[in-house]
């Protein structure tokens, strides 16, 4: 019986991979070709990169994407980092109302999200004139609750005796908390900024609505697909996945180096005592 179960387990696995990444596969395979659509192979060719390169309004929504997800993402760790530790020093039950409130934005629709933003920066006159500040408020929106649960866990494994130590040898509180505790949780701070720079590199939805008068990648790339799939976007979405599949193994490699060194730590406790 375990034996079967190991069997469909591995059918199960396998079957997950290939429906996700097979797509996937195929667009990278295409983006090596020769031809200019996807209906037939014709030859490696290095062509649809070229083409990539030489695209001017390609270029230019690049730099519009990185623009918006690295401002987006250093406003939200520091926004997302303060509210973390604001959090983590409220008492139980406050501090579950609030996390409960804070996590909405995560399970939100981004359809609703990109609505209600849209609607907002309308009502305040954020006209297209601001297209760069509309972009950069809706990624910081939606960023920062992804920063605060990733900062959070590092705070919780942290001791508050470092934070009240440094304060009994002399130390105010703001450099207390610069020279201790941030250093302490530091690392889900990188997480946590790693998190949100993909996800504002990734986004679509939300872009679409607030984006008025400017284009990020995602929108551009997809009024190329209305015309008709042209490799060059196999190209450009090839890279743009190996560009995210390096951020997230970045981030799950640290995360799972810091579960060994924090079992390692509480194994020499345990031996110490």
């Not at 250093?74 to 501090?95: D, H, P, Y």
């Not at 284009?215 to 976007?233: D, H, M, P």
Request: with cysteine.
């Amino acid at each position: 019986m375990k034996t079967l179960g190991k069997v469909f387990k591995w059918i199960y696995l396998v079957l997950t991979l290939v429906f996700l990444y097979a797509p996937i596969f195929v667009l990278i395979v295409f983006s090596f070709t020769e031809s200019r659509t996807m209906s037939k192979w014709n030859g490696f060719s290095l062509n649809a990169y070229r083409e990539m390169l030489s695209d001017a309004a390609l270029m230019d929504a690049l730099k519009v994407t990185l623009i918006v997800a690295v401002v987006s993402a250093v406003a939200a760790t520091f926004i997302g980092t303060v509210a973390a530790i604001g959090i983590n020093s409220m008492k139980r039950r406050r501090r579950m109302i609030v996390e409960n409130i804070s996590q909405l934005p995560m399970v939100n629709p981004d359809l609703v999200t990109g609505i209600s933003l849209m609607m907002l920066f309308s009502f305040i006159g954020l006209s297209s004139k601001f297209g760069y500040l509309r972009l950069i408020l809706a990624h910081t929106t939606f960023n920062v609750p992804y920063v605060m649960f990733s900062v959070l866990p590092k705070l919780r494994q942290s001791s508050n005796m470092l934070y009240e130590a440094a304060m009994d040898l002399g130390c105010k509180p703001t450099k207390a908390l610069w020279k201790v505790v941030i250093p302490d949780i530091m690392p889900g701070i990188i997480s946590g900024f790693i998190m949100a720079f993909t996800l504002s590199l990734d986004d679509f939805v939300i872009s679409w609505f607030v984006a008025d008068g400017i284009q990020n990648l995602s929108i551009y790339i997809y009024g190329l697909a209305k015309r008709g799939i042209s490799t060059k976007i196999n190209a450009f979405s090839a890279l743009m996945f190996v560009v995210v599949v390096t951020l997230l193994l970045i981030v799950n490699i640290r995360s799972m180096r810091e579960e060994k060194y924090a079992a390692a730590q509480r194994k020499k406790v345990a031996k110490s005592n």
